[in-house]
């Protein structure tokens, strides 16, 4: 089977973690290709995400790593097997590849920790918003084009309605219910729906209000997927460059502290809703 040519960012990070367990071992990818008996090309292809790895050749490398974290090996052999053919796939070649590895991130999410500071998480909104904020992209969509992001966009809330469903909590700063992306009615529709969401056992929504005090986070925005195991979490930032997957371990521990840390400025959920209800009057 040839290399892939586009691996997708769960791929790339099963390599990633197969190499760090390689140099753990302080063994060279060389070496690791002899006690294979492949050719070293292949371990660079496995560790870059661009080769598929069996369950069995993955016990094998992880045993001559003398990894003995049983549970790591088990959820890195589950994401070399799982086959599933994600809902995502039937935007491939017509939305860009990040968002189809934003959907499968969250779909293999245990929980997602949400911090935002100028728009509402793409899982909350409403088509409306999520089709005036598309409408700012530079150069212009076509409309074709437009329908399909904003499909793709409205289609991600299904890890919110599956069963089992994801625990989501979002801390959003006051500013993000402010900002009117589109009109008026848009804008009480959108914060009417992110009321709704907070009905369910499964979502929780804190308001960081302009007056709280100690707040250094306002540019803070970032998407936290909790892994089978808290190695294997990642953070999504949506950066000018683009998406940015991360997953070493310094700054899985920054990202975790700075979600701490904004919670902690934020209101309870219940002064949150209340606090929503009160804007909703002020439209």
């Keep these: 089977m040839p290399p892939r040519s586009q691996p997708t960012a769960r791929q790339v990070r099963l390599g990633a973690e197969l190499r760090k367990m390689r140099e753990a071992a302080g063994m060279t990818a060389r070496e690791a290709a002899q006690l294979m008996g492949v050719n070293p ?34 959820a890195l052999a589950s994401m070399g097997t799982e086959r599933t053919r994600g809902w995502w796939e039937e935007y491939r070649g017509v939305l860009p590849a990040p968002f189809l590895d934003l959907s499968e991130l969250e779909h293999h999410a245990r929980f997602l920790r949400v911090i935002a500071t100028a728009h509402v998480p793409g899982i909350l909104q409403t088509e409306d918003y999520a089709r005036a904020l598309f409408g700012y992209t530079v150069p212009e969509l076509p409309p074709a084009e437009l329908d399909s ?20 909590e979002a801390v959003l700063h006051e500013a993000v219910m402010r900002i009117q992306v589109s009109d008026r009615t848009a804008a009480l529709a ?10 369910r056992p499964n979502v929780t929504v804190r308001i960081v209000p302009f007056t709280a005090e100690g707040f250094g986070g306002a540019g803070s925005s970032l998407m936290w997927a909790g ?53 909703t009057k002020e439209l």
Excluded at 190 to 199: C, I, K, M, S
Aim: hydrophobic letters at 40%; glycine letters at 4%.
């Design 41 to 74: 090309i292949q371990v660079s292809q496995i560790e870059s995400g661009r080769a598929g790895v069996s369950d069995e050749r993955l016990r094998r490398l992880a045993a001559h790593y003398a990894c003995s974290d049983s549970a790591l090996v088990d």
């Design 149 to 168: 992001w904003v499909a793709h966009r409205m289609h991600r809330r299904i890890v919110l309605d599956r069963d089992p469903a994801v625990d989501y």
């Design 190 to 199: 959108q914060l009417g729906e992110v009321l709704d969401l907070t009905e």
């Design 227 to 279: 892994g089978p195991l808290p190695r294997l979490d990642t953070v999504h930032r949506d950066t000018p460059q683009g998406s940015a997957f991360i997953d070493a371990e310094s700054q899985l521990t920054r990202a975790r502290t700075l979600f701490r840390k904004v919670e902690e400025a934020s209101l309870t959920p219940t002064a949150s809703r209340d606090f929503i209800h009160r804007l």
